[in-house]
């Protein structure tokens, strides 16, 4: 902290050192270019210049690809408009989702699995329509997904606890498909 008094002074060189702008000299510069045959640069191009500039096998990639050809039917893409009907298509599909706006049939992933999680502990037709119901699907429906889709449940009678050479435990379980306890199941 302290005042300026209390710190060192920064001195400065008083002459310049004898590296400082120092440059190459201009005979290797010169010998270079007489080396090699051509100037090093020009203050417009020549010839040299010009041929040092060509690429032959873009060229011959050029020529290989032929002249372009334009389709003159194309349509404009208009990306507003395409935005505009993605932003309503969303819209449309988070109002019919919204647990204010019942739909039949529509369910959220996360409320189907609650749902399909139910119905494996339904032990009655009655508790499997109140189930369908509540979710806003038809028993049918449920019925009918419930035969292809369905929650993990785990077999308990197979969890197999392993300790590995690290002193980490591993658990590992076999995943059985569970069916209600229903008796009565409408067909469709």
């Known amino acids: 902290m302290g005042g300026a008094s209390s710190k060192a002074a920064r001195k400065l060189p008083k002459e310049k050192p004898t590296w400082a702008g120092a440059r190459a000299p201009i ?60 932003y309503r298509s969303r819209a449309q599909s988070e109002v019919e989702a919204s647990p204010s706006h019942p739909t039949q049939n529509r369910l959220l992933a996360s409320s189907l699995s609650e749902l399909l999680e139910a119905r494996k502990s339904a032990s009655s037709q009655e508790e499997q329509e109140a189930l369908a119901k509540r979710y806003g699907i038809d028993v049918v429906k449920l019925v009918e997904l419930s035969r292809f ?20 435990e591993t658990v590992t379980m076999m ?5 209600p306890g229903i008796t009565n199941v409408p067909q469709r």
């Open 27 to 86: 005979a290797d510069a010169t010998s270079n270019a007489n080396h090699s045959g051509r100037p090093l640069a020009s203050e417009s191009k020549n010839e040299a210049i010009e041929a040092d500039a060509r690429d032959p096998q873009f060229m011959s990639n050029l020529n290989r690809l032929g002249p372009v050809r334009v389709d003159h039917h194309m349509q404009t893409v208009r990306t507003g408009d395409h935005i505009t009907s993605m």
């Open 175 to 179: 995943a059985h498909w569970v069916e």
């Open 149 to 168: 889709v369905n929650t993990p449940s785990i077999d308990e009678e197979t969890i197999v606890r392993s300790m590995n050479s690290d002193g980490e």
